[in-house]
């Protein structure tokens, strides 16, 4: 069992034998990651891939190392960031996390600047899987700074795109990149639509998912080019504490099925016009009580409102109100209330302009809308929405 790896007859080896290697492989590996690490980000600091004609010193390491550029920029971030991290070196030389734990720990403390702690992670990270240790980080990011997460979330969702190319066989090949609630919009949707119909389904996944973009696309044509009234709508899982609906300092971010933790301003829009269900837990995350408080704008005053507004109240916008959601100018978790003073259409663009984008809209006179851009103030934090 001492002997050197490449002159192991792996196929001999007894179980016990095979765990044993590969458990000893694999934390070997782990170190000479972390060495690589610090090579990597010793080797960003010279010059010498400018020399070589590269245009970065990741972009050295992915042609020179055969290493894929996630990896590379991986390797430099842990090693900018490794004298931040001595507890996690620690564990990881114990066998105790992996390399993987570490870059988790180093993208969060690059993130973080001094407000990171690693003293309240590490054991997180020996008791947690790298993906389970890489969601709890989100967590923890949100918690330390939420508006530098929400900003961030906001820049993903500038950045969607989908691009649609026909081939010359009237084929259409269809690439894009979703942000998490986007993307979470999307899976909810075709999930289901995409299960195996039966024992007789024969279909690849990736066929699947396809079938059911087209089966969505197909019912949404039949029933007519603007959605019927009263039609139902996609319903997203969302998990959330109090204190992050009300956008309280130190709350964690929430969880949203399909999606990685989301900020609190976009839980915040999200549940602009929701219907929520309360779900207490007991200290050992028991439920020890369900129940049901409606904040969804419904009935009369939902009638009310698409008469009166009849579209999306954004100055200039005619969105039709089967394409809009209600709107509180003073949101329900704040003491706002469902009375038609307090409610206004807004289409989703403009809704997440308010609550993701720092826009304001407000009443003025005549009961016209008026949006205010973001107020940036040099030198401290640009002003919210209301």
């Known amino acids: 069992m001492d002997s050197a790896p490449s002159t192991i007859d792996i196929e001999r080896l007894s179980d016990d034998e095979l765990v044993e290697t590969f458990v000893r492989a694999c934390r070997v590996k782990d170190e000479q990651d972390l060495f690589i690490s610090r090579l990597a980000a010793e080797f960003a600091t010279r010059n010498r891939y400018d020399d070589d004609g590269f245009v970065s010193p990741i972009d050295w390491i992915r042609f020179n190392c055969h290493m894929a550029s996630g990896a590379a920029a991986n390797s430099v971030a842990v090693g900018e960031v490794i004298h931040r991290l001595p507890d996690s070196v620690k564990a990881l030389e114990n066998g105790e996390i992996g390399f993987a734990h570490v870059t988790s720990m180093a993208r969060t403390a690059e993130a973080l600047g001094d407000r990171f702690d690693e003293t309240v992670l590490i054991q997180k990270a020996r008791e947690s899987s790298p993906g389970k240790f890489y969601y709890l980080c989100t967590h923890y990011r949100h918690a330390a700074d939420a508006k530098r997460y929400a900003d961030e979330q906001a820049e993903l969702v500038q950045m ?15 690439s894009g990149v979703f942000d998490a609630e986007g993307g979470a919009i999307l899976r909810t949707a075709l999930e289901p639509l995409a299960r195996k119909s039966g024992a007789h389904d024969d279909r690849e996944r990736d066929q699947r998912m396809a079938d059911a973009l087209v089966e969505l696309s197909t019912h949404g044509l039949d029933n007519g080019l603007i959605p019927q009234q009263g039609s139902q709508r996609t319903h997203l899982m969302v998990t959330a504490s109090l ?17 990685l933790p989301i900020s609190s301003k976009m839980v915040e829009r999200l549940a602009c016009d929701a219907a929520i269900t309360r779900i207490v837990l007991g200290s050992d995350s028991m439920v020890i009580d369900v129940g049901r408080a409606k904040r969804v704008i419904s009935g ?21 109100a089967t394409w809009s ?19 206004a259409l807004l289409c989703y663009r403009h809704h ?9 809209i407000v009443r003025g006179e005549e009961g016209r809308m008026l949006a205010i851009p973001p107020t940036i103030n040099f030198g401290s934090p640009a002003r919210g929405p209301d």
């Open 160 to 174: 969607r795109r989908l691009k649609l190319s026909p081939t010359s066989d009237g084929a259409l090949l269809l």
């Open 243 to 259: 204190e992050t609906l009300r956008g309280l300092p130190g709350a964690l971010a929430a969880d949203m099925e399909l999606s």
């Open 300 to 320: 009369p005053a939902r009638k009310a409102l698409i008469v009166r507004d009849g579209h999306c109240t954004w100055p200039g916008c005619e969105r039709p």
């Open 325 to 343: 959601t209600g709107h509180h100018l003073v949101h329900w978790v704040h003491g706002g209330t469902n009375e038609l003073e307090n409610l």
């Open 352 to 360: 997440w302009l308010v609550h993701d984008g720092n826009w304001q």
